[in-house]
């Protein structure tokens, strides 16, 4: 999908990753109610964190490109 | 004073990971591969998939057979490796005496540390409690406690899935006469045949060998067959700080049916030699000996043979002509082949290599070096050989899951 979102997200201290807790798309705010998994991937200097996030029973997956600061939907379901 | 070893061993890992990330896979058969389709193979099974009879290396017609609802899931390396080192980052935590094993395995020495926990059992709950809370509920691990690695690794086979077990010493006699040597750590099906023609079945009948028959028959490796089967082990750890250099360098590929004639295979083989060189010239290793080989037939025999450079490089395409002199001499000249692989020994450091005075080559370094940059900044996927475009885009993780330590970047 690559869908642009914005995102709203705790960086706690000694966490691994900052912490999805919503996220807004097309002008809809979704409130993340677990985080099943976050896994790191690279591709050259590019680092991404995805998010695989259940939101009101679906299951989003939404990446983060560290280095850009950018949040992108990815797929839903 | 006896040592207190812990074998971490995590539940079907892949398969685990995948139904962690993807809730609608949970509670239900599934089968990672490498590509979903059905001349695959089952990389990993999840427990409901198990008990189907559905195991890992079992070809996906044959586990569809077995199992008819199997869900069949392409594999993600980068996130097996991800979850790997985040459960690695939570055992250093408990010592620094950890050898990473493999992707899904390590060894702990916590004979001091362990006291500090309440002792290994509540030290092996404790880290299991911490990988459902930080890893998720689905990725679930075993942990086997024994006083040498090899039972540790037997103990917590016996309390598989998501479990704890412990061998006190009392229990040693009797776990030696109930096992099988082929079920244990080390004993591959060959040594475990030549094991049966001389009558030794059981780790007691190993124990009560004589250890000039074992060496004799297995040179050095007999006399660590005689402690195992004598209830002792002390093969020490190689703990993740301590990691020996590597002493060869390689990639294989098992072929998917498109690509084994042999003249694909070839181009398969000319990109493998470039990830080679690429991953040498990334640990600062140059090498002179070149082995080739191939195999025919999923489960045909396997040829290959080497050959030695004249002056160590790290270079794919000097890799790759030596490969062909290697084919050469094979005398068998199939027209099909299903995996080919290569690997480069006899490394010494780059820094500690003369550079080529021949202005041939100097431009191919710098050219090297040109397009190291590239796939550092872009991936790398981002600049190809023009053959390789010839056929299908091969995995980065040769095989789909092959790890090495430097994936880890632990140090």
Same mark, same amino acid.
């Given at each position: 999908?690559?869908?642009?979102?914005?995102?709203?997200?705790?960086?706690?201290?000694?966490? &691994?990753? &900052?912490?999805?807790?919503?996220?807004?798309?097309?002008?809809?705010?979704?409130?993340?109610?677990?985080?099943?998994?976050?896994?790191?991937?690279?591709?050259?200097?590019?680092?991404?964190?995805?998010?695989?996030?259940?939101?009101?029973?679906?299951?989003?997956?939404?990446?983060?490109?560290?280095?850009?600061?950018?949040?992108?939907?990815?797929?839903?379901? | 004073? *006896?040592?207190?070893?812990?074998?971490?061993?995590?539940?079907?890992?892949?398969?685990?990971?995948?139904?962690?990330?993807?809730?609608?896979?949970?509670?239900?058969?599934?089968?990672?591969?490498?590509?979903?389709?059905?001349?695959?193979? +089952?990389?990993?099974?999840?427990?409901?998939?198990?008990?189907?009879?559905?195991?890992?290396?079992?070809?996906?017609?044959?586990?569809?057979?077995?199992?008819?609802?199997?869900?069949?899931?392409?594999?993600?390396?980068?996130?097996?490796?991800?979850?790997?080192?985040?459960?690695?980052?939570?055992?250093?935590?408990?010592?620094? #005496?950890?050898?990473?094993?493999?992707?899904?395995?390590?060894?702990?020495?916590?004979?001091?540390?362990?006291?500090?926990?309440?002792?290994?059992?509540?030290?092996?709950?404790?880290?299991?409690?911490?990988?459902?809370?930080?890893?998720?509920?689905?990725?679930?691990?075993?942990?086997?406690?024994?006083?040498?690695?090899?039972?540790?690794?037997?103990?917590?086979?016996?309390?598989?899935?998501?479990?704890?077990?412990?061998?006190?010493?009392?229990?040693?006699?009797?776990?030696?006469?109930?096992?099988?040597?082929?079920?244990?750590?080390?004993?591959?099906?060959?040594?475990?045949?030549?094991?049966?023609?001389?009558?030794?079945?059981?780790?007691?009948?190993?124990?009560?060998?004589?250890?000039?028959?074992?060496?004799?028959?297995?040179?050095?490796?007999?006399?660590?067959?005689?402690?195992?089967?004598?209830?002792?082990?002390?093969?020490?750890?190689?703990?993740? @700080?301590?990691?020996?250099?590597?002493?060869?360098?390689?990639?294989?590929?098992? #072929?998917?049916?498109?690509?084994?004639?042999?003249?694909?295979?070839?181009? +398969?083989?000319?990109?493998?030699?470039?990830?080679?060189?690429?991953?040498?010239?990334?640990?600062?290793?140059?090498? *002179?000996?070149?082995?080739?080989?191939?195999?025919?037939?999923?489960?045909?025999?396997?040829?290959?043979?080497? @050959?030695?450079?004249? #002056?160590?490089?790290?270079?794919?395409?000097?890799?790759?002509?030596?490969?062909?002199? +290697?084919?050469?001499?094979?005398? +068998?000249?199939?027209?099909?082949?299903?995996?080919?692989?290569?690997?480069?020994?006899?490394?010494?450091?780059?820094?500690?290599?003369?550079?080529?005075?021949?202005?041939?080559?100097?431009?191919?370094?710098?050219?090297?070096?040109?397009?190291?940059?590239?796939?550092?900044?872009?991936?790398?996927?981002?600049?190809?050989?023009?053959?390789?475009?010839?056929?299908?885009?091969?995995?980065?993780?040769?095989?789909?899951?092959?790890?090495?330590?430097?994936?880890?970047?632990?140090?």
């Amino acid at each position: 999908m690559n869908e642009p979102i914005d995102a709203l997200v705790i960086y706690r201290r000694g966490a &691994p990753h &900052p912490l999805l807790r919503a996220f807004r798309w097309k002008d809809r705010r979704y409130d993340v109610t677990s985080t099943h998994l976050v896994h790191r991937e690279r591709d050259g200097e590019t680092v991404c964190l995805v998010y695989s996030v259940d939101c009101g029973g679906d299951t989003y997956v939404l990446r983060l490109d560290v280095g850009r600061g950018r949040w992108t939907l990815e797929a839903i379901g | 004073m *006896r040592r207190v070893i812990l074998h971490v061993d995590m539940d079907s890992y892949f398969a685990s990971v995948e139904q962690q990330a993807r809730p609608s896979l949970r509670g239900r058969p599934i089968g990672v591969t490498g590509r979903p389709t059905e001349r695959s193979i +089952v990389v990993a099974a999840s427990r409901e998939a198990k008990r189907y009879k559905v195991w890992t290396g079992m070809p996906v017609w044959e586990a569809l057979k077995a199992c008819p609802n199997l869900i069949l899931v392409s594999g993600n390396p980068d996130r097996y490796l991800s979850v790997t080192k985040q459960f690695i980052e939570i055992l250093k935590g408990y010592t620094a #005496l950890l050898e990473i094993y493999s992707v899904d395995e390590a060894f702990m020495d916590v004979t001091q540390e362990a006291p500090k926990h309440g002792g290994p059992i509540r030290m092996a709950e404790e880290i299991r409690r911490r990988f459902r809370e930080e890893l998720g509920d689905c990725i679930t691990a075993t942990i086997g406690i024994a006083s040498g690695k090899t039972f540790a690794k037997l103990i917590g086979a016996r309390y598989k899935p998501d479990g704890v077990g412990r061998l006190d010493d009392e229990e040693i006699p009797e776990l030696l006469e109930s096992t099988p040597v082929g079920s244990v750590w080390g004993i591959g099906p060959r040594i475990e045949a030549r094991l049966k023609r001389v009558g030794i079945r059981t780790l007691k009948e190993l124990g009560d060998a004589s250890e000039a028959f074992l060496k004799r028959e297995f040179g050095a490796y007999g006399l660590h067959l005689h402690e195992i089967g004598r209830g002792c082990d002390s093969t020490p750890l190689v703990p993740y @700080t301590d990691v020996p250099p590597p002493k060869s360098v390689g990639h294989s590929k098992s #072929l998917s049916p498109e690509l084994r004639d042999f003249p694909l295979a070839l181009i +398969v083989l000319r990109d493998l030699c470039d990830q080679v060189a690429r991953r040498m010239r990334r640990l600062g290793y140059m090498g *002179r000996t070149v082995h080739c080989g191939f195999r025919v037939g999923s489960i045909g025999p396997h040829y290959g043979k080497q @050959t030695t450079l004249a #002056l160590p490089s790290d270079d794919g395409e000097t890799i790759y002509e030596a490969c062909l002199v +290697v084919l050469g001499k094979i005398r +068998v000249k199939p027209e099909r082949v299903s995996n080919v692989g290569v690997s480069v020994g006899n490394l010494v450091g780059a820094d500690r290599t003369p550079r080529s005075l021949w202005e041939a080559d100097r431009r191919r370094e710098q050219l090297n070096r040109a397009v190291d940059r590239i796939r550092d900044r872009f991936g790398d996927r981002s600049i190809r050989l023009g053959t390789s475009l010839l056929v299908r885009p091969i995995p980065q993780h040769v095989g789909g899951f092959f790890m090495a330590s430097d994936d880890l970047e632990i140090g």
